[in-house]
């Protein structure tokens, strides 16, 4: 019987910003012609975790329950287990016995938004910027002592004296490929030592819980390369004080009305406008360090829009401007946003 290898992450309930968590299940495959496509969701069998050691639960009752939503091939024991069918599964924590999510279950939440409001067939995309850190907590690319040349080179550029961490991200971009992940494209960003990646197609298949789903897992793997390059991927919204650029995570919608017509974009912006203190709210911790009004931010007590305008909240880019029918660009969320908080909130906000 062919063995399954299945590492199961899940969110765990860290504040102010959720870390993700893994453990490997190894078990029979039910059928003996399982194949990796043909493995489904309901192969993986339910499980449990110590909720006491992650944040979410009491030493006296500390069960947890983890219930794998979405499967991925594993890109890591892939090339190592040839034999056996290894896949990395994503799950939502629930309270024992199971019926019930978990307080810092978000993802449930977006799976009721998502069903709401399913008429208006949303996509998203999701923009992930992140830092590469040194144990002892320099970006890569600083030197040991002071900083380097001024930020203006180092933004797609190319080259050892502009780029620094290059051989991390054409691995990850690999391992995100091999697991099927929404990965649209990379490029290295304003400071030394930062990049992004973007998830979500651009098409039916970046609903709401599937971009959300495939941010998380493409985290997962990007700290797991991180592990062998002896850097971290760092999601703080300004890892470095000063004159330097913070790390977003921009936010693509669109409805399918939008895509046809910016008729409701008027509607959509006042809307926006209206709850901009409650966006500010859940677009990330210690987003008063980045929503500055400087470095391509609008002060995060200010809410404003423009075509082309990055340094807006909401930026209309030129083609939906020319083009009349498209999406919006939400840059006011930081790089450690809950993608599954910041979908259902949009969501929330847009549909009214």
């Known amino acids: 019987m ?36 043909t493995l489904t969701v309901e192969d993986m069998p339910i499980w449990g975790f110590d909720g006491s050691s ?5 030493g006296s009752s500390s069960d947890c329950v983890l219930k794998p939503v979405r499967i991925y091939p594993d890109p890591f024991r892939a090339q190592t287990m040839p034999n056996a069918l290894s896949v990395i599964v994503l799950n939502e924590v629930f309270v024992a016995p199971g019926d019930k999510p978990h307080p810092s279950n978000t993802r449930a939440a977006l799976r009721d938004m998502e069903d709401k409001h399913k008429s208006e067939k ?27 040349a001024p930020q203006g080179p180092y933004y797609c550029g190319a080259g050892t004296d502009k780029i620094f961490g290059r051989p991390i991200t054409d691995e990850h971009i690999k391992a995100c490929i ?36 495939d941010l998380v897992v493409a985290r997962y793997l990007m700290d797991r390369i991180g592990e062998k390059h002896g850097v971290v991927a760092s999601l703080a919204p300004k890892p470095v ?44 911790h210690g987003i008063e360090k980045r929503l500055t009004g400087k470095h391509e931010t609008c002060d995060h007590k200010t809410f404003r829009h423009g075509v082309s305008d990055r340094g807006a909240s909401i930026r209309i880019p030129w083609q939906v401007a020319a083009e009349k029918r498209g999406y919006l660009e939400d840059r006011r969320p930081c790089a450690n946003i809950d993608p599954y908080v910041v979908c259902a909130k949009i969501m929330e906000t847009v549909a009214g």
């Open 122 to 148: 949303f996509w998203f995309g999701l923009e992930q910027e992140y830092t590469f850190m040194r144990p002892d907590g320099r970006p890569f690319g600083f030197p040991q002592d002071g900083e380097p």
């Open 241 to 284: 004080d000063g004159d330097w650029n913070g790390a977003g995570a921009h936010t693509n919608f669109s409805t399918e009305s939008m895509r046809k017509s910016d008729a409701a974009f008027g509607i959509i912006l006042e809307r926006l406008k209206a709850a901009h203190r409650e966006h500010i709210d859940v677009y990330g």
């Open 178 to 213: 091999a697991a099927g992940i929404l990965i649209a494209g990379i490029n290295s960003e304003v400071m030394p030592g930062q990049w992004e990646y973007q998830i979500g197609n651009g098409t039916s298949d970046a609903d709401p819980l599937h971009v959300a789903d």
């Open 2 to 37: 062919m063995k399954i290898i299945a590492e199961y992450i899940w969110l765990d309930g860290t504040k102010p910003v959720a870390s993700i968590r893994g453990k490997t299940k190894i078990f029979d495959a039910k059928r003996k012609d399982a194949t990796l496509q």
């Open 54 to 58: 992650t944040n979410q639960a009491e």
